[in-house]
């Protein structure tokens, strides 16, 4: 497998190997998701090709303090062959380039066989609660104003201050 940064020209490929490995989710617009990363630190987004297919992806940031992962896939067809170690191998060791000291990822706690596979490459269970709060909705289903809002924020940067109150969506 070779890695490589996402390229624009990879989004088709990189959403249908998410939707393959059931990483969409209703509140999250993937396409809004790729044009995020491509405005922070978009070197931080890879993904591995085999015989010109993108077989696996993996989303990293560093923000100073840890290291985050994101929209880690292995196309099932390529799934039990390594591919997924060792793009987390790439990865960690770019994040520990960056100055980072630890990684934090999220796995839902249903997620078995996921949970398996990061305590297996060395991850392990921190005592914490994992909090959020959406500040951008996504989803179409969201109210039309706001999304139609945050696309235009997100064409045109953030806003300069936060609003009071925003709508909480999972
Ligand atoms: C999680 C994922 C990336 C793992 O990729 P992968 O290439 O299949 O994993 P690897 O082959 O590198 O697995 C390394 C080890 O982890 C463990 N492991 C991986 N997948 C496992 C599974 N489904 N069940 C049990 N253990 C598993 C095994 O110990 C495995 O070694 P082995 O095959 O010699 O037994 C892949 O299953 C995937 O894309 N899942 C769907 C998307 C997803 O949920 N991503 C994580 C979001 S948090």
């Given at each position: ?17 998410w939707?393959a ?25 890879f ?10 992806s993996?989303m ?19 799934q039990?062959?390594?591919?997924g ?7 960690e ?10 990684i ?32 951008i ?9 706001a999304?139609?809002?945050a ?12 609003p ?7």
């Open positions: 497998m070779q890695i490589r940064p996402f390229l624009e020209s990879d989004e088709s490929a990189v959403i249908a190997l939707n490995c059931k990483l969409t989710r209703p509140w999250n617009d993937p396409r809004k998701d790729i044009a995020r990363k491509l405005t922070v630190q978009r070197e931080l987004f993904v591995g090709v085999i015989d010109n297919d993108i077989v696996a993996v990293a940031a560093f923000d100073g303090h840890r290291g985050w992962i994101n929209y880690l896939a292995v196309h099932p067809d390529f039990r062959r390594k591919l170690a060792t793009l987390m191998k790439y990865v060791q770019r994040l520990l380039d960056a100055g980072c000291p630890k934090n990822l999220q796995v839902r706690s249903t997620n078995e066989n996921v949970l398996k596979f990061y305590r297996d490459i060395g991850y392990e269970q921190d005592d914490v609660v994992s909090l959020g709060k959406r500040l909705p996504d989803a179409p289903a969201a109210n039309t104003a999304s139609s809002l696309s235009k924020r997100l064409r045109n940067g953030p806003r300069p201050s936060a009071k109150r925003f709508e909480s969506l999972q």
